[in-house]
T-cell receptor, first 113, second 112 residues
Framework: GNSVTQMEGPVTLSEEAFLTINCTYTATGYPSLFWYVQYPGEGLQLLLKATKADDKGSNKGFEATYRKETTSFHLEKGSVQVSDSAVYFCALSGDNQGGKLIFGQGTELSVKP | DADVTQTPRNRITKTGKRIMLECSQT?????MYWYRQDPGLGLRLIYY???????NKGEISDGYSVSRQAQAKFSLSLESAIPNQTALYFC???????????FGPGTRLTVL
């Protein structure tokens, strides 16, 4: 079945450092891919998405490119801020799956001043 | 006002008790979902509903039941709560075939 694997956390970075959070997936067909962010004490918010191969999703300085050849959707940001501290979830929605999301286990990011 | 609300936000209960978690939405979306979040496991789907007459089990539905009372309301029940149902529960909505799901703020449930 469909699955998502993320790099384990926690990830601790200094402010202005470069961020990469790896995400790989297993799915049949052509899933849509998502990154959600969960700030402390809050629900999940969609950060960015990509619906077909080679699409690049971007938002708030974060980017991720849908790579079908490597079944990956890695999240990157060139310069993180303290306010980016949160848990990041990679997720997919498969073909004909009723919109169900399959989530990775989440990666906690802590950014220090 | 929040588009997707959940009540209660926090609940502590005892083993064997019946618990209902409620979700309401003002987005007018037809699809609603219940997930649970456990540390290190991400979110897993419990139940989902395409409309008031269409309820489907997710990957971890055992020990749970749901009710779609109206398009805007989707409740999750634990008939007889057990400690391993201690988790953070999220409701989400989606409109038709659009990709994005919108999440509520979550309910933290502790079963003693």
């Amino acid at each position: 079945g469909n699955s998502v694997t993320q790099m384990e956390g926690p990830v601790t970075l200094s402010e202005e450092a470069f961020l990469t959070i790896n995400c790989t997936y297993t799915a049949t067909g052509y899933p849509s891919l998502f990154w959600y962010v969960q700030y402390p004490g809050e629900g999940l918010q969609l950060l960015l998405k990509a619906t077909k191969a080679d699409d690049k999703g971007s938002n708030k300085g974060f980017e991720a490119t849908y790579r079908k050849e490597t079944t990956s959707f890695h999240l990157e940001k060139g310069s993180v801020q303290v306010s980016d501290s949160a848990v990041y979830f990679c997720a997919l929605s498969g073909d004909n799956q009723g919109g169900k999301l399959i989530f990775g286990q989440g990666t906690e990011l802590s950014v220090k001043p | 006002d929040a588009d997707v609300t959940q009540t209660p936000r926090n609940r502590i209960t005892k083993t064997g008790k019946r618990i209902m978690l409620e979700c309401s939405q003002t987005k007018g979306h037809d699809r609603m979902y219940w997930y649970r979040q456990d540390p290190g496991l991400g979110l897993r789907l419990i139940y989902y509903s395409f409309d008031v007459k269409d309820i489907n089990k997710g990957e971890i539905s055992d020990g749970y039941s749901v009710s779609r009372q109206a398009q805007a309301k989707f409740s999750l029940s634990l008939e007889s709560a057990i400690p391993n149902q201690t988790a953070l529960y999220f409701c989400a909505t989606r409109q038709g075939s659009y990709n994005e799901q919108f999440f509520g703020p979550g309910t933290r449930l502790t079963v003693l």
